[in-house]
């Protein structure tokens, strides 16, 4: 079925109470609650499809995603926006919408994405931070870390930071930055006195890459591993064998999604 107009729609979610943006069986998706949002903005009759601009893990929150939505009719923008964000939860909010040429894909549009992953240490945070960020109760040489994700940034072979790929999965991948800091992005009152994000930005990430590369940062912050493992980890002569250390879900973001 052809549909005549299109529009790129970015929104905001959190992602804790949710299995991801994929719809699913017997499972509460991010997609299946947009296009239950979108059956209240449209009148009954109105065909539309949406198409979301790629997978997130379950408890994934975005500052900004996009989906891609089909109509047989034009729409006034600025009451789509206005109706979704009355008729959608709290946890998901509609940012922009513009409209698109029709060979735009969503999905085969070149794309820079951020993901940010957020974690504090050394005491267990209060429980109302569990969606934002993870604490570990342990000590972490968050020195030793930062050095750490340096390591990640250029051209790489990431066998080792997937998993189940695919016979077509390409694994040599760039990424233009990776940097530990100290978070000042997230803050609320409830939060670690001081708490640490990952930034890390590229054009395309393996499935679990961005929790697989916390989670090794995390074991050399523990000095389970030094900087010459996570080197040898990023060889083509390697394993190849996935690396068993994810990071939990609830801390990572998709901080931003640049469309070209």
Known sequence: MKYPFTYLVEV???????????????????????????????????????????????????SRYGFQLFLHADINTSDFLKDFNYNSPPDIKGLS???????????QSSKIKEYHYYFSFGEKPHAFSAPFLVGLNEQLDINAMVHGAKLFVGEHYFHKYCTKPSEKTIFKRIIDSCEIVENTILQANFFPTKSYVLKVKGKGFLRYQI??????????????IDLEFIEN???????????????PASGLQLYDVQFK
């Open 12 to 62: 905001q979610f959190l992602g804790f109470r949710f299995s991801g943006w994929q719809k699913q069986t017997n499972a509460k998706t991010l997609h299946d609650m947009v296009d239950k949002t979108l059956s209240f903005v449209f009148d009954e009759g109105v065909k539309y499809k949406t198409l979301g601009a790629g997978r997130t893990d379950a408890k994934v929150s975005a």
């Open 97 to 107: 919408i513009k409209k698109v040429t029709s060979d735009f894909n969503i999905i």
């Open 211 to 224: 929790r697989l590369m916390m989670g090794i940062l995390f074991e050399l912050g523990k000095g389970n």
């Open 233 to 247: 980890s990023l060889k083509e002569a390697n394993d190849r064998k996935f690396l068993r250390e994810i990071a």
